[in-house]
C-alpha cells in the first residue's frame, strides 16, 4: 500500500512536544503547579494519525476539564521521526514490552523495520511525561504506540490481541498511569484519579 502524499508532496511532522496543537493550553515544563496528563495527540484533534486523519474524542476533553487536568499532547511517532501520513505499522512479534526488551519488532505496510522510530519515540514521550510531571497518560487504544491493553495483531487483518504498545509499555516501567479513551466512560477511572 502506497500512502496518499499531499499536493505539496511532503509528509508532516506535527512536533508535538514542542508545539502543541493551536488551543492547548501547557504551562512551561515542570512549573507552576497545575496538574497535567499526557495525551494521544490525536485524540486532542491533532491530524497526526498514520493515514494523515485525526481521532478527536469530546469524552477525553470533558474528562480532562472535570478533573482539572491541563494536558500534554504527543504524538510518539511523529517525535520518532515518522512523517505524517506514514504507512500503519503494527508489532510483529511481541508487545511493547517485547520490543523494549528486544525481543520484539514492529514492521510497517510496505515491510520497513520501524522498530527504531517506535523506540525513540516512546522514550520522547517519557521525557515529556516526566518533564511535565505527567503521573496520568490518557492515550489512543489499539494503537501499537499507545493501545494499553491490546494491539493490532500484527498481520494487519484488523483483529487485536492483547498487549501493549511502545510508548504504553516504557511509560508504565516508569510508574505512570496509562487510560484509553475506552476506559474514560468508566466510573472507576474517573473516581480513582481525583486527587
Ligand atoms: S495513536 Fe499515538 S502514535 Fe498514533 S497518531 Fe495517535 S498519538 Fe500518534
Redesign the pocket.
Known amino acids: 500500500m502506497t500512502i496518499a502524499v499531499p499536493a505539496d508532496g511532503k509528509t508532516r511532522n506535527h512536533r508535538t512536544a514542542e508545539a502543541p496543537s493551536p488551543g492547548l493550553h501547557t504551562d512551561s515544563p515542570g512549573g507552576g503547579t497545575a496538574r497535567k496528563a499526557l495525551v ?4 486532542l484533534g491533532s491530524a ?3 493515514d494523515g486523519r485525526d ?1 478527536a474524542d469530546p469524552a477525553v476533553r470533558r474528562f480532562l476539564e472535570s478533573r482539572g487536568l491541563t494536558p500534554v499532547p ?5 517525535l520518532g521521526g515518522l512523517g505524517t501520513p506514514r504507512p500503519r505499522a503494527e508489532i510483529r512479534e511481541g508487545d511493547g514490552g517485547a520490543v523494549l526488551a528486544g525481543r520484539g519488532r514492529v514492521f510497517d505496510f510496505e515491510g520497513r523495520d520501524v522498530t527504531g522510530a517506535f523506540i525513540a519515540g516512546a522514550r520522547a514521550a517519557l521525557e515529556l511525561a516526566l518533564r511535565h510531571r505527567c503521573g496520568l497518560a490518557v ?2 487504544a489499539g ?1 501499537p ?2 493501545g494499553s491493553v491490546r494491539i493490532s495483531a500484527g498481520d494487519f487483518s484488523g483483529r487485536t490481541r492483547a498487549g501493549s504498545g511502545v510508548t504504553s509499555a516504557l511509560l508504565k516501567s516508569a510508574g505512570i498511569r496509562v487510560v484509553t479513551e475506552e476506559d474514560i466512560p468508566e466510573e472507576d477511572i474517573l473516581d480513582s484519579f481525583n486527587t
Not at 40 to 43: D, E, K, N, R, T
Not at 74 to 78: F, G, K, N
Request: charged share 20%; glycine share 0%; net charge neutral.
Open positions: 494521544s495527540a490525536c485524540l497526526c494519525r498514520y481521532c504527543v504524538c510518539p511517532e511523529e492515550l489512543k494503537s504506540s499507545c
